[in-house]
Nanobody, 125 residues
Framework: QVQMVESGGGLVQAGGSLRLSCTTSGLTFEHYAMGWFRQAPGKEREGVSCIHWSLGRTYYADSVKGRFTISRDNSKNTFYLQMNSLKSEDTAMYYC??????????????????WGQGTQVTVSS
């Protein structure tokens, strides 16, 4: 049984930082891309960043490039999203997800088979 559990969300002022964590179990990582999505109220869910678990390759949406960093710790079966210079428009529910397909140029939501329950990030201006 695959489980993905996010943590680390919260309330932060604009310009501040948060680090999200996603701890996984039941996955075999050699062929998986791990990603972070977010969904703001009234908006569609969007891919934020993903990492190839074994190769370490990364992808970032234009809206977060230079501010967010994705990483993973193979020994802990956990991956992270370090979010710096947060803006009010980053406010959303953040979800971690896993896919068996890696795309260097995007994050097709339909490729992600496993999802966490989400963690709320609220950035106050």
């Amino acid at each position: 049984q695959v489980q993905m559990v996010e943590s680390g969300g919260g309330l932060v002022q604009a310009g501040g930082s948060l680090r999200l964590s996603c701890t996984t179990s039941g996955l075999t990582f050699e062929h998986y891309a791990m990603g972070w999505f977010r969904q703001a109220p009234g908006k569609e869910r969007e891919g934020v960043s993903c990492i190839h678990w074994s190769l370490g390759r990364t992808y970032y949406a234009d809206s977060v490039k230079g501010r967010f960093t994705i990483s993973r710790d193979n020994s802990k079966n956990t991956f992270y999203l370090q979010m710096n210079s947060l803006k009010s428009e980053d406010t959303a529910m953040y979800y971690c997800a896993a896919a068996s397909v890696w795309w260097a140029t995007g994050m097709p939501e339909g490729d992600y088979a496993y999802w966490g329950q989400g963690t709320q990030v609220t950035v106050s201006s």
